[in-house]
Structure formats: structure tokens, C-alpha cells
């Protein structure tokens, strides 16, 4: 998700209604704390149920929101220059390479799914039947 996007748009909401731009006043438009909206921005950690509520505000769809491809991303990681054939080093190199590959695409997989299915199953624990006592 690009956090960047986010911020971008509700400035951009912010000024449409002819509001001072401030960390406090884009929390409000989303319904937080400021402390709680720096922090969600500062590690990345926003919710489903909040990136929803926000593009329903923001009369966005879910995927604006997202660089589905993030060529930039995949771009980094080919840039990875695995120099010689042979040499153990360049060999685990091309091995962490293809895992982050794969990473980043299981991790894409999982976006598209989530945006097109517009849910999020949650796995609930099972709960054993031992009888205490």
C-alpha cells in the first residue's frame, strides 16, 4: 500500500474544503487521534476496515490506494548484481534474490485477492473441548 497516496489525498481533501493542512486536521478527516494517525503512518500499519473508511470518505476506490505492481520494488531487487559463477557468496545472493521475488509476489497475490474480493477472512482459533478439573 502507498501510505504516501494516502496522505496525499486527504491534504488534497483538506484543501477542497479550504482547511488548514496539519497532522491534526488529517487525523480528524480520518476520525483519529493525532498520535494514533502519526504513528499508523510512521509504521504502516493501518487496518482494512480503516483504508475503507477512509476511501468511503475520500470517495476514492480501495485500489487507488495501492501500486499493484511496484515496479519500483521489483526493479530494486533485480538490480541485485549476483557477479560470478561458482563463488559461494554470489550463490546465496541469487538464492535470497529469488526468495525475495517470490515474497513479493505472494505478497501482490494476496493484495489483488484482497481488493477484488473486497473481504478479509479471518481465522478464528479453535477452541479444544478438555474439560478442566
Same mark, same amino acid.
Given at each position: *500500500?502507498? =501510505? ?8 488534497? =481533501?483538506?484543501? %477542497? ?15 483519529? %487521534? ?6 499508523? *503512518?510512521?509504521? /504502516? $500499519? *493501518? ?13 476514492? +476506490? ?8 511496484? +515496479?519500483? $520494488? =521489483? ?22 534474490? *529469488? ?9 501482490? $497475490?494476496? =493484495?489483488? /485477492? ?10 478464528? +482459533? %479453535?477452541? %479444544? ?5
Amino acid at each position: *500500500m502507498n =501510505y504516501y497516496k494516502v496522505k496525499k489525498a486527504i491534504r488534497e =481533501y483538506l484543501e %477542497s474544503n479550504n482547511e488548514k493542512i496539519s497532522d491534526r486536521a488529517e487525523a480528524r478527516v480520518i476520525l483519529m %487521534s493525532q498520535k494514533g494517525y502519526l504513528k499508523m *503512518m510512521e509504521l /504502516h $500499519t *493501518m487496518s482494512v476496515k480503516k483504508l475503507e473508511e477512509i476511501a468511503e470518505k475520500l470517495n476514492k +476506490p480501495v485500489t487507488y490506494f495501492f501500486d499493484l505492481e511496484e +515496479p519500483q $520494488t =521489483y526493479k530494486l531487487i533485480e538490480n541485485i548484481n549476483v557477479v560470478e559463477d561458482g563463488c559461494p557468496c554470489c550463490e546465496k545472493l541469487k538464492v535470497e534474490k *529469488m526468495k525475495l521475488l517470490e515474497d513479493l509476489n505472494d505478497v501482490n $497475490t494476496k =493484495y489483488r /485477492h484482497l481488493l477484488e474480493n473486497g473481504t478479509v477472512k479471518k481465522e478464528i +482459533p %479453535s477452541t %479444544s473441548s478438555k474439560k478442566i478439573g
